[in-house]
């Protein structure tokens, strides 16, 4: 074992503990172990942000299909959103045709204006945010109450043609019950592995399709990170 020094981008030095794994023993290959602890992103002038949006009660009846929830990366900011990680959880409030509800997670490329419908999430001031020195967020967040959202405009997104995520739910005659035992995630990039990273107009949209006649209510927790470009 010897001690190997490198040096960093403005000359700092750091001594690791090596060892000479090289055939020939000359140094060449070198074998280095080193202690690390995982650490939340640079967000400079941005922030780290959790948001659970709620519906109202869903009328029966909805389209296969329907957007339920969108969120959309501003265009005015030299900032990119990093999505980590969302999850929905649903319930039946009265009776429905037993079958599957399923939730698609699309991205959606080209988001130049929000969905109507529904309520916009509040984020201003200190919602959503980690820690309250960081700076408001950016998102924009629409969140079907009764009704399924609707595109703003033709062409206003672009859907990827299949989803990231789709979950499916056993949906029982039995109100009000839980369309599953938990927490259902949609989507979950671990640290270490590549997240979505959303540029200008840039976004994701949750559709559902749930089964015939009952009335459902459910809730969307997203989880994202607002830092400089990279």
Same mark, same amino acid.
């Given at each position: 074992?010897?001690?190997?020094?490198?040096?960093?981008? +403005?000359?700092?030095?750091?001594?690791? $503990?090596?060892?000479?794994?090289?055939?020939?023993?000359?140094?060449?290959?070198?074998?280095?172990?080193?202690?690390?602890?995982?650490?939340?992103?640079?967000?400079?002038?941005?922030?780290?942000?959790?948001?659970?949006?709620?519906?109202?009660?869903?009328?029966?009846?909805? *389209?296969?299909?329907?957007?339920?929830?969108?969120?959309? %990366?501003?265009?005015?900011?030299?900032? +990119?959103?990093? &999505?980590?990680? +969302?999850?929905?959880? @649903?319930?039946?409030?009265? @009776?429905?045709?037993?079958?599957?509800?399923?939730?698609?997670?699309?991205?959606? $490329?080209?988001?130049?204006?929000?969905?109507?419908?529904?309520?916009?999430?509040?984020?201003?001031?200190? *919602? @959503?945010?980690? $820690?309250?020195?960081?700076? /408001?967020?950016?998102? @924009?967040?629409?969140?079907?109450?009764? =009704?399924?959202?609707? +595109?703003?405009?033709?062409?206003?997104?672009?859907?990827?043609?299949?989803? =990231?995520?789709?979950?499916?739910?056993?949906?029982?005659?039995?109100?009000?019950?839980?369309?599953?035992?938990?927490? &259902?995630? &949609?989507?979950?990039?671990?640290?270490?592995?590549? /997240?979505?990273? &959303?540029?200008?107009?840039?976004?994701?949209?949750?559709?559902?399709?749930?089964?015939?006649?009952?009335? %459902?209510?459910?809730?969307?927790?997203?989880? %994202?990170?607002?830092?400089?470009?990279?």
């Amino acid at each position: 074992m010897e001690n190997k020094q490198i040096k960093d981008g +403005v000359g700092n030095l750091f001594t690791l $503990r090596m060892h000479d794994v090289s055939d020939a023993n000359d140094g060449t290959v070198m074998r280095g172990m080193l202690l690390t602890s995982p650490y939340p992103l640079d967000y400079g002038t941005g922030g780290m942000f959790q948001h659970t949006a709620k519906s109202g009660i869903m009328a029966a009846g909805i *389209a296969a299909g329907s957007p339920i929830y969108s969120f959309r %990366w501003s265009p005015s900011s030299p900032l +990119v959103a990093v &999505l980590r990680r +969302v999850k929905i959880a @649903a319930y039946s409030v009265t @009776a429905f045709t037993p079958g599957l509800a399923t939730f698609d997670l699309y991205a959606a $490329r080209s988001f130049t204006a929000q969905d109507i419908g529904g309520a916009a999430a509040n984020l201003s001031g200190n *919602a @959503a945010k980690l $820690r309250t020195s960081m700076s /408001p967020s950016l998102a @924009a967040i629409q969140c079907a109450t009764t =009704l399924a959202l609707a +595109v703003a405009a033709p062409g206003s997104r672009l859907l990827d043609p299949d989803p =990231l995520g789709s979950l499916m739910a056993a949906v029982t005659s039995t109100s009000p019950s839980q369309f599953s035992a938990s927490l &259902l995630t &949609l989507f979950d990039k671990p640290s270490g592995d590549h /997240p979505l990273v &959303l540029a200008a107009n840039e976004g994701f949209v949750i559709q559902a399709t749930v089964p015939a006649a009952g009335t %459902w209510s459910f809730a969307v927790t997203t989880e %994202w990170d607002e830092i400089p470009g990279f």
